[in-house]
């Protein structure tokens, strides 16, 4: 079992910057890859940003060029960031982060290939 843990978010203008960051809690011997997803109000859970750890990275049409996912170690511990740039209204959400086993680039956005998700953190931009 992998244990995630999220924060970051908060609320900001149209614009504005976020940076949220996901702690593991166990060796990289679980998962290949980890993404982060999001649901807004109302909506189904979205795919957002993934990657395989150390490798490549992969994003939704809709942050392409705004959004950044990115993997960092310390200890034992592997976090995974996603640095939010020129924020939307239509970001707003609640960010889940998520560690699974991708085999294609089409898995590493696919729920489907993640068995383990953080709680979430909130994130609010208004106009």
């Known amino acids: 079992q992998v244990d995630l843990v999220e924060a970051g978010g908060g609320s900001v203008q149209a614009g504005g910057s976020l940076r949220l960051s996901c702690k593991t809690s166990?060796?990289?011997?679980?998962?290949?890859?980890m993404g982060w997803f999001r649901q807004p109000p109302g909506k189904e859970r979205e795919k957002v940003a993934g990657?395989?750890?150390?490798?490549?990275?992969?994003?939704a049409d809709s942050v392409k060029g705004r959004f950044t996912i990115s993997q960092g170690n310390a200890e034992n511990t592997v976090f995974v960031y996603l640095q939010m740039n020129s924020l939307k209204p239509e970001d707003t959400a609640m960010y889940y982060c998520?560690?699974?086993?991708?085999?294609?680039?089409?898995?590493?956005?696919?729920?489907?290939?993640?068995?383990?998700w953080g709680q979430g953190t909130q994130v609010t931009v208004s106009s």
């Open positions: 998520a560690a699974g086993n991708c085999y294609s680039d089409y898995d590493v956005l696919s729920r489907d290939s993640y068995f383990s």
């Open positions: 166990v060796s990289m011997h679980g998962y290949n890859c």
């Open positions: 990657m395989y750890m150390g490798g490549m990275t992969y994003y």
